[in-house]
């Protein structure tokens, strides 16, 4: 199986900067595209971005394209999301996902692995 372990969040300034990290273990090869979600409070979990592992094409959702970017490095089997002048409405729980059966279709119900979530607070 594959395990996913997200870091980095935390209290971060409006206007700043915040990359988060989400590490894979287990059986990495089995993954053919990873994901970003976040859950703000009171609200349902949506899609942030993803990315096929193989050709690391990448999608974004329109609220943060533009101002995050995710990437991955394939030797540390790692997935990234750098976040550039986050908002107060950007505070959430942030989550990676992994999918096992196909590549990147910002679908939530298409991702069969998450990680714990890491909390981000943006602050005015």
């Known amino acids: 199986q594959v395990q996913l372990v997200e870091s980095g969040g935390g209290l971060v300034q409006a206007g700043g900067s915040l990359r988060l990290s989400c590490a894979a273990s287990g059986r990495i090869w089995s993954v053919y595209a990873m994901a970003w979600l976040r859950q703000p409070p009171g609200k349902e979990r949506e899609f942030v971005a993803d990315?096929?592992?193989?050709?690391?094409?990448?999608y974004y959702a329109a609220s943060v394209k533009g101002r995050c970017t995710i990437s991955r490095d394939d030797a540390k089997n790692t997935v990234y999301l750098q976040m550039n002048s986050p908002k107060p409405e950007d505070t959430a729980v942030y989550y990676c996902?992994?999918?096992?059966?196909?590549?990147?279709?910002?679908?939530?119900?298409?991702?069969?692995?998450w990680g714990q979530g890491t909390q981000v607070t943006v602050s005015s």
């Open positions: 996902a992994a999918r096992r059966d196909g590549f990147a279709t910002m679908n939530q119900g298409d991702y069969q692995v």
């Open positions: 990315i096929n592992w193989s050709d690391e094409k990448t």
